[in-house]
């Protein structure tokens, strides 16, 4: 199983842009990366999945080096609606039941 | 927003009784899984479904059984509950090769539980 580890928590301010990095040493080679966002009482939510390079939806980009063996989610311009904790997972199609969560990176944006 | 509803939202009970919980879905999703979430744990998957009658262990299946009779539910039942079951639980679907990488899950509302 691919083990993710990313850092516990971090601050930023609105307007920032906000990275976070998970480290995936062990990544196979079909696994792809996925990140989810949750917020407090609410279950998870996807926010965007990626397997090499660079992938950018309306809500963050995801950017994959080469090696693949670590990931950065990035935030444009947080707002304190963006305080949330955040998930990097890494798996393989139809593989949902081996993936591990992990305790996330829990982000807080003041103003 | 995927059509996940979990049931009762909130329980309180008694150590040593029966509780069951209940997780409805509206999106034909042939995956479904039981979490459980607790501080500092993130969360962990307890057991998992891959259709009707078909169901899986997972990482912290000791004290839960499940049951799928149907596509739409997923039963989670804590036959005699302790206190170290106190948690929020979270039902969640997917459906393996629509996204076309690794399997993304929906989630439901969550369900808050204590054991007295």
């Known amino acids: 199983l691919a083990k993710t580890t990313q850092p516990i928590s971090m601050d930023s301010y609105e307007g920032q842009e906000v990275n976070i990095t998970c480290s995936h040493n062990?990544?196979?080679?079909?696994?792809?990366i996925t990140w989810y966002q949750q917020f407090p009482s609410q279950g998870p939510r996807f926010i965007i999945q990626g397997y090499k390079t660079k992938v950018t939806n309306e809500v963050a980009s995801l950017f994959i080096p080469a090696d693949r063996k670590s990931s950065t989610l990035s935030l444009p311009r947080v707002s304190l609606s963006d305080t949330a904790v955040y998930y990097c997972l890494v798996g393989e199609n139809s593989s949902a039941s081996k993936i591990i969560f992990g305790s996330g990176t829990r982000l807080s944006i003041r103003p | 927003d995927a059509g996940i509803t979990q049931s009762p939202r909130h329980k309180v009970t008694e150590t040593g009784t029966p509780v069951t919980l209940r997780c409805h879905q509206t999106e034909n999703h042939r995956y479904m899984y039981w979490y459980r979430q607790d501080p500092g744990h993130g969360l962990r998957l307890i057991h998992y479904?891959?259709?009707?009658?078909?169901?899986d262990k997972g990482e912290v299946s000791d004290g839960y059984s499940v049951s799928r009779s149907k596509t739409e539910d997923f039963l989670l039942t804590l036959e005699s509950a302790t206190s170290s079951q106190t948690s929020v639980y979270f039902c969640?679907?997917?459906?393996?090769?629509?996204?076309?990488?690794?399997?993304?899950?929906?989630f439901g509302p969550g369900t808050r539980l204590t054991v007295l």
């Open positions: 062990n990544i196979a080679t079909n696994d792809y």
């Open positions: 479904s891959y259709g009707v009658k078909d169901t």
């Open positions: 969640a679907i997917s459906e393996p090769g629509t996204s076309g990488g690794a399997d993304t899950q929906y």
